[in-house]
Each structure stands twice: as structure tokens, then as C-alpha cells.
């Protein structure tokens, strides 16, 4: 990697920075400036840290953490209406498998009928927004049975929603 690569640009090594000032800061007994600490960061760890980001070996792989749960749904497009389970759910969205292919460039309306954890009798949450799919791919249940694996992304409205009331989601 060229050496006129910029750290301070970078977003993952702005946040390796940050906790070495805060590393550095506590070790001292006083409040290490973040010109003192980029500088050293840099020196000590910049070069190594390149070489791990170059080989693609950090495990955050994905832009959202995925959660598997199962919280049934209802899919109603123009043509059809399906019940199903999640697979999985992140703040980007949530994909699940339907017994039948839909035609993804029809808008569809979604209900997600979220839990909230560690409340025994608590009603679901219901959650209704609109939105596509984005991605289907087929799949195999069995020789003579398709299933089909679908992503629907979440509109700000539902992502805004998913973070205020993200205990669901740590269950």
C-alpha cells in the first residue's frame, strides 16, 4: 500500500486512533491530544494495521449485524398475499423464504409482528410499512418442492422504528 495513504480519512482507523488516545491517555494520568495520538498510532500500528485491512481478514464483513429470529409476516403485493417467517433481520432489512415466487417489481405491503424479550405475556409489536424485494433466489426443498429465499430491504421510517426498539433484536 502506498505510504501517502491517509489515515484521518479512514473511518476504521479514525476509531483504532480514538482508543489509542484513550489507551494512552489513562496510562499517562492526563488527557493525550488526538494530534499526539494519531502520530503515534500511525507510527507504532499504521503499517500493520494496512497489511491486516489488505488481506480482508477482519470479521465484519457486512454493513448491519444480522439477527435470527423467526417473527411472522405478512407479504401482500397486487397479484398475491403470503404469511412467513424471518430468517434473519438487520436494521437494513430482513430476508425470509416463501413457498412461491413473487413478482419482485410490484410494490408490496409488509406486516412484521415483532416480541419484545423478557416479557412473558407482551403483545407484538406490528409493524407495517411498504417496500420491494430486492433480491429472490430459488431454492430446493426437496426434488418436486421450490422455495424461494427473498431480502426486503426497510424504509427510514421502519429503520428509525428498529432503533428505537432494538431490544427485540437481543433476545
Same mark, same amino acid.
Given at each position: 500500500?502506498?505510504?501517502?495513504?491517509?489515515?484521518?480519512?479512514?473511518?476504521?482507523?479514525?476509531?483504532?486512533?480514538?482508543?489509542? #488516545?484513550?489507551?494512552? $491517555? !489513562?496510562?499517562?494520568? %492526563?488527557?493525550?491530544?488526538?494530534?499526539? /495520538?494519531? *502520530?503515534?498510532?500511525?507510527?507504532?500500528?499504521?503499517?500493520?494495521?494496512?497489511?491486516?485491512?489488505?488481506?480482508?481478514?477482519?470479521?465484519?464483513?457486512?454493513?448491519?449485524?444480522?439477527?435470527?429470529?423467526?417473527?411472522?409476516?405478512?407479504? #401482500?403485493?397486487?397479484? $398475491? !398475499?403470503?404469511?412467513? %417467517?424471518?430468517?434473519?433481520?438487520?436494521? /437494513?432489512? *430482513?430476508?425470509?423464504?416463501?413457498?412461491?415466487?413473487?413478482?419482485?417489481?410490484?410494490?408490496?405491503?409488509?406486516?412484521?409482528?415483532?416480541?419484545?424479550?423478557?416479557?412473558?405475556?407482551?403483545?407484538?409489536?406490528?409493524?407495517?410499512?411498504?417496500?420491494?424485494?430486492?433480491?429472490?433466489?430459488?431454492?430446493?426443498?426437496?426434488?418436486?418442492?421450490?422455495?424461494?429465499?427473498?431480502?426486503?430491504?426497510?424504509?427510514?421510517?421502519?429503520?428509525?422504528?428498529?432503533?428505537?426498539?432494538?431490544?427485540?433484536?437481543?433476545?
Amino acid at each position: 500500500m502506498s505510504q501517502k495513504y491517509s489515515y484521518l480519512k479512514d473511518k476504521n482507523a479514525l476509531n483504532e486512533i480514538r482508543k489509542h #488516545k484513550w489507551l494512552e $491517555s !489513562e496510562k499517562n494520568g %492526563y488527557e493525550v491530544g488526538f494530534a499526539t /495520538a494519531a *502520530f503515534d498510532w500511525i507510527r507504532l500500528y499504521g503499517q500493520p494495521w494496512l497489511a491486516f485491512q489488505d488481506k480482508k481478514n477482519y470479521s465484519e464483513k457486512r454493513a448491519h449485524r444480522r439477527f435470527y429470529h423467526k417473527f411472522p409476516l405478512r407479504l #401482500k403485493t397486487a397479484s $398475491s !398475499e403470503i404469511t412467513a %417467517y424471518t430468517n434473519d433481520i438487520s436494521l /437494513a432489512g *430482513f430476508s425470509c423464504t416463501i413457498p412461491r415466487a413473487i413478482d419482485s417489481s410490484l410494490p408490496a405491503e409488509v406486516t412484521l409482528k415483532l416480541k419484545k424479550p423478557r416479557k412473558l405475556f407482551s403483545p407484538r409489536l406490528k409493524c407495517q410499512f411498504d417496500s420491494k424485494v430486492a433480491r429472490i433466489s430459488e431454492s430446493q426443498k426437496q426434488e418436486t418442492t421450490t422455495e424461494y429465499n427473498i431480502f426486503i430491504p426497510f424504509d427510514e421510517n421502519m429503520k428509525d422504528f428498529i432503533r428505537a426498539n432494538s431490544d427485540f433484536l437481543f433476545n
